[in-house]
T-cell receptor
Framework: DQQVKQNSPSLSVQEGRISILNCDYTNSMFDYFLWYKKYPAEGPTFLISISSIKDKNEDGRFTVFLNKSAKHLSLHIVPSQPGDSAVYFCAASGGGGADGLTFGKGTHLIIQP | DAGVIQSPRHEVTEMGQEVTLRCKPISGHDYLFWYRQTMMRGLELLIYFNNNVPIDDSGMPEDRFSAKMPNASFSTLKIQPSEPRDSAVYFC???????????FGPGTRLTVL
């Protein structure tokens, strides 16, 4: 049973436009959410996070939105750049007090010139 | 800082052999996590340590898997005996606190023939 779901395996966006990556979760105990970016043959790299007491967190071109009632979060990247092409993982923690992360299966973002 | 260091980067072994994966966390980080990535299951938490003590090993798939952290700067994940279905990329991550930003190593790609 997947507790964190990323329903789009891939997403193609034109350079300069906005990229929106979506993530849904089922465990209402989750209280901290993170986005990671991963290039081939490398480990995931932390991008941005949000606590459940907030509904938005912004860091440069990256903004994460959290809708607790819908159990949904999204990552906005604007403007999208070629270097943003990577696999993006949504992760959550707090379910039952665990400190490890529960990951979605990832969305492969492709930025087209 | 050198980041999280994992060795070896690639391991090819035959079914039934013992495999040992190694991890050096970032100095000063109190938490160490072992994850496994497969096509079918994505990134999943195997076990994590806090101050060298195993806290949650519920993700360890079978008794063939074991993990140790003899000191703050070294951890091992051992598979004995290995099976073809253990083929995956194994990541080690560390963090100062949980569940905040975890820093991942480059991973060990394990192939069991």
């Amino acid at each position: 049973d997947q507790q964190v779901k990323q329903n789009s395996p891939s997403l193609s966006v034109q350079e300069g436009r906005i990229s929106i990556l979506n993530c849904d979760y089922t465990n209402s105990m989750f209280d901290y959410f993170l986005w990671y970016k991963k290039y081939p043959a490398e480990g995931p790299t932390f991008l941005i996070s949000i606590s459940s007491i907030k509904d938005k967190n912004e860091d440069g071109r990256f903004t994460v939105f959290l809708n607790k009632s819908a159990k949904h979060l999204s990552l906005h990247i604007v403007p999208s750049q070629p270097g943003d092409s990577a696999v993006y993982f949504c992760a959550a923690s707090g379910g039952g007090g665990a400190d490890g992360l529960t990951f979605g299966k990832g969305t492969h973002l492709i930025i087209q010139p | 800082d050198a980041g999280v260091i994992q060795s070896p980067r690639h391991e090819v072994t035959e079914m039934g052999q013992e495999v040992t994966l190694r991890c050096k966390p970032i100095s000063g980080h109190d938490y160490l996590f072992w994850y496994r990535q497969t096509m079918m299951r994505g990134l999943e938490l195997l076990i994590y340590f806090n101050n060298n003590v195993p806290i949650d090993d519920s993700g360890m798939p079978e008794d063939r898997f074991s993990a140790k952290m003899p000191n703050a700067s070294f951890s091992t994940l051992k598979i004995q005996p290995s099976e073809p279905r253990d083929s995956a990329v194994y990541f080690c991550a560390s963090s100062k606190t949980a569940p905040n930003e975890q820093f991942f190593g480059p991973g060990t790609r394990l192939t069991v023939l």
